[in-house]
């Protein structure tokens, strides 16, 4: 019902930038979060950012408070990560989701794109 592709991950250095785009469609996303996700070798895969996709309410991990940016554009249907000042510990491949019709719960997954930062 939902599909989603990511795109805009890479290697970049520690201190460098790069900016995540999730391109979503097949249904509406009124009123729907939308997430991003990220997982690590060897790690459980964690929260990363939050937006309902009216662009009211945005949620960050603590982690990456202050660097990173989780926007939406809504006639592109399309949710952006924009990750600055990136540590090696940023390393993981990142994955968009989308909220199912469950509250609260990530029903729809991309594939993920990996992101590397090189210290």
């Known amino acids: 019902q939902v599909q989603l592709v990511e795109s805009g991950g890479g290697l970049v250095q520690a201190g460098g930038s790069l900016r995540l785009s999730c391109a979503a469609s097949g249904r509406t996303f009124s009123g729907r979060a939308m997430g991003w996700f990220r997982q690590a070798p060897g790690k459980e895969r964690e929260f990363v950012a939050s937006?309902?996709?009216?662009?009211?309410?945005?949620s960050y991990a603590d982690s990456v408070k202050g660097r990173f940016t989780i926007s939406r554009d809504n006639a592109k249907n399309t949710v952006y990560l924009q990750m600055n000042k990136l540590k090696p510990e940023d390393t993981a491949v990142y994955y968009c989701?989308?909220?199912?019709?469950?509250?609260?719960?990530?029903?729809?997954w991309g594939q993920g794109t990996q992101v590397t930062v090189s210290s």
């Open positions: 937006i309902i996709w009216s662009g009211g309410s945005i």
């Open positions: 989701a989308a909220e199912s019709s469950t509250l609260g719960v990530f029903g729809y």
